[in-house]
């Protein structure tokens, strides 16, 4: 079985920073893609970036030029830098994993809460 651990979240000031991690452990050959999503309340689940196993990133345009993704293979885990938050990026962030194994799948984490006050 495979678990994702997500942390990093909480609440910050309009304009801080917060960097949110994602650990996956478990049985699996590697990892393929990787990417954080959000939801905010009364919004659908929405991309926020991703990064494929040989490092090409994209991102939503709202968070162009303020969020970086990066992964550290070795630890299984990948980052999204957040800086110059907005109270529009309020939600719950998500982190998806696609696991390669004997049967090949992506993962969630349980999400974690992120809150820019104004």
């Known amino acids: 079985q495979v678990q994702l651990v997500e942390s990093g979240g909480g609440l910050v000031q309009a304009g801080g920073s917060l960097r949110l991690s994602c650990l996956a452990s478990?049985?699996?050959?590697?990892?393929?893609?990787m990417g954080w999503y959000r939801q905010a309340p009364g919004k659908q689940r929405e991309l926020v970036a991703a990064?494929?196993?040989?490092?090409?990133?994209n991102y939503a345009d709202s968070v162009k030029g303020r969020f970086t993704i990066s992964r550290d293979n070795a630890k299984n885990t990948v980052y999204l830098q957040m800086n110059s938050l907005k109270p529009e990026d309020t939600a719950v962030y998500y982190c998806?994993?696609?696991?390669?194994?004997?049967?090949?799948?992506?993962?969630w984490g349980q999400g974690t809460q992120v809150t820019v006050s104004s």
């Open positions: 998806n994993v696609e696991i390669v194994a004997l049967l090949s799948r992506d993962y």
């Open positions: 478990g049985s699996f050959f590697s990892i393929n893609a």
């Open positions: 990064i494929t196993g040989g490092g090409s990133t």
